[in-house]
């Protein structure tokens, strides 16, 4: 970019896709908020589940989180960036096929999530469990977006790049590396793949991921749509340009560190989980100052709260993002993740965040934008108002009922007696203390859903009384005299990056005297920024450097995302060789004596089968396979968990929610029969439960076809199968499935051997212990000689 | 006291690592804005960006068709 001669241009913003996405998202999210409160409805009305296959809650519950995430806030994300992109760089989008690419592509993915997941095809990572054919998808729609996005940077004609741009560039950069990070997969078939992680790893990518999509999805773009919509509404500049400085980059530093907060006291290495936790306190430093720098903003403009519905939702929605980023941490301390994990109290976290904050900010930016994108006024400002005040009403009752159901059940589950047991050994006693607190959820979530409907038909008629509406605008083009694209790449925050990434790896990989080099450099980095920083009177600030040139920019963020997941992600995989393989039988004396006693196992073929059909169900959803080390956990469900128990897992299946009992000792703890009968009507063995009736698994029939593809795909993934294994995978299972029918048999149920239903109880009855018979015994095979 | 620390594991280094990189990194930014930025009079053009630009369908920035 050498220096040019000014000139006016005559430029058109492209808002036809603005409005695209914008519709987007007042019919997704109408979808999504429905679906939620379908599964709400699950939740206290089990018959709600309808009897089918497709509509049971662990289906339907990842279509609501992903329709709510994706879909609803997606869209207006994409509306909102390309709105504000536009006018803050005074320039057309590059391209307007990509546009259009971007908006479709992203519907496609939309709906072939809404297709996919009540089919049960699924990851069964929480908010990446898209199959790896529409992750492909996701990936092709994202570098469009990319691709538009910094097209449209480099011709754009304000030098400067705002804060909110900024965002934004944060956001496309870390959700490419976190989505194709944590999906890398191997296909078994078009449907079906397994992650490449295991175990441990899984989950703590997993969660790398699951967090930073809340950060960098739901998070990062919606400050930049705040800090752009929220000085438009109140008609004043953002308070401090200064603090917003600072917040970003504490933000995206801190934020990538965060995801271990997700699995405190569980098998992961204590020093991850306690990085986790350091960083995440300390995120409420950067967020609240955002906060405040938002709520700021209205100084001499807070008349404006008490006639414009706009501010309304954008104070409410900046108030929400200051509560959920003070929850956030507050959860991410241990000892308060002891009583709030598993427990409702996250549901009520992360509706906090997702409709309060994200959903609150969506709603005032509609109001504000359809009106002008259709040339015309808001049709009725009373409708929206009582929009808001409904809308306010409803999070307030699901949070705080949440909060109510999420404490309670902490501190039932712990409960201990005089005598150090447990107080309420019955799981069920809890889910039924709840099922008050259910109902007002749904309560909340229907009156939050028909604020939305309110909205719908508010803005529908908004948009029929008025016209498309295309602006023209006259501008300076951008005089590019900053310095050439060779000149910017010899430039100092381009080469101290560099020399940043470089120190990494040397830190990373190297030995002792290697590392000692690399914190050297970091201290000798530190003193030249310092100094170059103080010497530099003459020529261009590095700020005017950095944020003037969109790579040089680009460059800093990626530095600044990828520290933090290296340095969690890095040591757990270079620690793979040092998780022993041996663990004790759970029930074993040797356990008690802390003496490992056999290998780990690989699963069976019959009990791999029917792990998947536990992932297809989303069996994950209510039931966790992760028993923290708390005697009141032990006392309930056993052992401990221990890393070395995972290590064939691909998927992990921890879980992040209890509304039904920890499963990682079911394994033996009860007949083949009691399964049978709980999976056929939950009620008839557990009196109260609202979990879904699975008959149809017992008219399903499993395709031991398939296995053996599996089995060589697990291979490849570290799983020692063997090729004798492998070619009798459908003969062992059957063989298997058979002894599990048997069994059921003589308790007068008949039962197919290979159906679905045998399959997912010879999964159960695996968990958490070794390996179980395949084969009638040699004895028994004498006496069944003997008989004949 | 540091040997009592990493005896049980090397890796607890690195948050340790991650911290100081944080730490320094913030610092720097901290300093830059408040000491460098001060008197920055572009940051104030900057910050009213937002209200320079123009708005379909309001018609006194620019010119709106519909």
């Known amino acids: 970019m050498q220096a040019t001669t000014p000139v006016t241009k005559r430029v058109v913003y492209d808002d036809e896709v603005v409005r695209a996405f914008s519709l987007a998202t007042i019919i997704w999210g109408a979808v999504g908020l429905l679906v939620g409160v379908l599964v709400a409805t699950q939740l206290s009305f089990w018959q709600a589940n309808l009897g089918l296959p497709w509509t049971s809650y662990g289906r339907l519950r990842p279509l609501h989180t992903n329709a709510v995430i994706f879909a609803f806030v997606g869209n207006m994300m994409f509306a909102g960036v390309y709105y504000s992109t536009q006018r803050l760089l005074k320039a057309r989008l590059a391209s307007d096929l990509l546009s259009w690419i971007h908006f479709w592509g992203w519907q496609a993915v939309i709906v072939g999530a809404a297709i996919t997941y009540p089919l049960g095809l699924t990851q069964s990572k929480e908010y990446a469990e898209l199959i790896w054919p529409l992750d492909l998808l996701v990936v092709l729609v994202w570098v469009a977006f990319a691709v538009n996005f910094f097209w449209t940077l480099a011709r754009r004609n304000e030098r400067n790049l705002y804060v909110a741009i900024w965002f934004y560039i944060s956001t496309i950069i870390t959700i490419a590396v976190l989505y194709i990070v944590n999906n890398l997969q191997l296909p ?50 953002v308070y401090s340009y200064r603090l917003s400085i600072v917040h970003f980059w504490s933000l995206i530093f801190i934020y990538i560190w965060a995801g271990p907060h997700h699995l405190l006291y569980t098998a992961l290495p204590d020093w991850a989980q306690t990085m986790g936790m350091i960083f995440s306190v300390m995120l409420w430093a950067p967020s609240w100052g955002g906060m405040l720098n938002g709520l700021l903003t209205l100084r001499g403009a807070w008349d404006k709260l008490r006639t414009d519905p706009v501010i309304k939702f954008y104070i409410v929605a900046v108030t929400f993002y200051g509560m959920s980023t003070f929850e956030g941490p507050l959860l991410s301390i241990k000892s308060v993740s002891a009583l709030g994990h598993y427990t409702d109290w996250i549901i009520g976290h992360v509706h906090g965040g997702a409709l309060g904050w994200n959903g609150f900010m969506a709603f005032g930016m509609l109001y504000w934008m359809v009106p002008r994108l259709w040339g015309t006024q808001l049709k009725s400002v009373r409708l929206a108002e009582l929009h808001f005040w409904i809308a306010t009403f409803g999070i307030l009752l699901y949070v705080v009922s949440m909060w109510i159901s999420g404490v309670s059940q902490g501190l039932f589950w712990r409960a201990l007696d005089a005598e150090g047991f447990l107080k309420y050994p019955d799981f069920i006693e809890g889910l039924l203390a709840s099922r008050f607190m259910y109902q007002m959820r749904l309560i909340g979530g229907l009156a939050y859903f028909a604020g939305a409907l309110l909205m719908v038909g508010n803005l529908w008629a908004t948009i029929r009384s008025g016209r498309k509406s295309t602006v023209e605008i006259e501008v300076q083009g951008y005089a590019h005299d900053g310095p050439g694209f060779w000149a910017l790449m010899r430039g100092a925050p381009v080469l101290y990056s560099l020399a940043v990434i470089v120190l990494s790896l040397v830190l990373f990989f190297s030995g002792t005297l290697g590392s000692a080099i690399a914190l050297a450099g970091f201290g000798v980095l530190v003193i030249a920024g310092a100094l170059s920083i103080g010497t530099e009177k003459s020529r261009r600030s590095w700020h005017d450097l950095v944020e003037g040139h969109s790579l040089a920019f680009t460059v ?233 | 006291m540091s040997e009592w620390f990493f005896r049980d594991n090397p890796l607890l280094a690195w948050p340790l690592v991650g911290l100081g990189i944080f730490v320094a990194a913030f610092l720097m930014v901290v300093l830059y804005v408040t000491v460098v930025l001060r008197r920055d009079r572009d940051l104030e053009r900057m910050a009213a960006l937002p209200l320079d630009d123009v708005s379909a369908g309001a018609p006194e920035e620019g010119v709106v068709r519909t």
């Open chain 1, 188 to 237: 078994t078939s078009l449907t079906h793949s397994y992650s490449i992680f295991t175990g441990v790893q899984d989950a703590l990518v997993q969660w790398w991921y699951g967090h930073n999509a809340v950060a960098f999805f739901l998070t990062t773009p919606i400050l930049g749509i705040m800090y752009y919509f929220l000085p438009k509404a109140a008609g004043r500049p």
């Open chain 1, 556 to 788: 800093l963020v990626l530095v600044a995302i990828l520290v933090g997941g290296l340095v969690e992600i890095v040591p757990l995989v270079v620690a793979k060789k040092d998780v022993p393989a041996q663990v004790a039988h759970a029930d074993s004396v040797w356990a008690a004596r802390g003496e490992y006693v056999f290998v780990q196992m690989p699963y069976s073929p019959l009990e791999l089968e029917g792990r998947d059909i536990y992932v297809r169900e989303g069996c994950y959803v209510c039931h966790s396979q992760m028993v923290r080390p708390f005697r009141h956990e032990t006392l309930r469900y056993g052992e401990y968990s221990r890393a070395a128990e995972f290590i064939y897992d691909t998927p992990f299946q921890w879980g992040s929610k209890r509304t039904g009992p920890d499963l990682h000792r079911e394994g033996g703890k009860y007949a083949n029969l009691w399964h049978y009968l709980h999976l056929n009507d939950p009620r008839s063995t557990s009196p109260g439960s609202n979990m879904p009736a699975y008959a149809h698994l017992k008219t399903g029939r499993v395709d031991y076809g398939g296995t053996p593809g599996k089995m060589r795909a697990l291979r490849k993934l570290g799983v020692p199968y063997q090729d004798a294994q492998i070619a009798a995978a459908g003969a062992t299972a059957r063989s298997q499935g058979g002894l599990i029918a048997a069994d059921l048999a003589a308790q007068a149920v008949t039962i197919a051997p290979d159906s679905e239903l045998v399959a997912l109880i010879g999964y159960l009855q695996r968990l958490g212990r070794g390996p179980q018979p395949t084969a009638p015994a040699p004895a028994a095979l004498a006496a069944r000689e003997v008989a004949r």
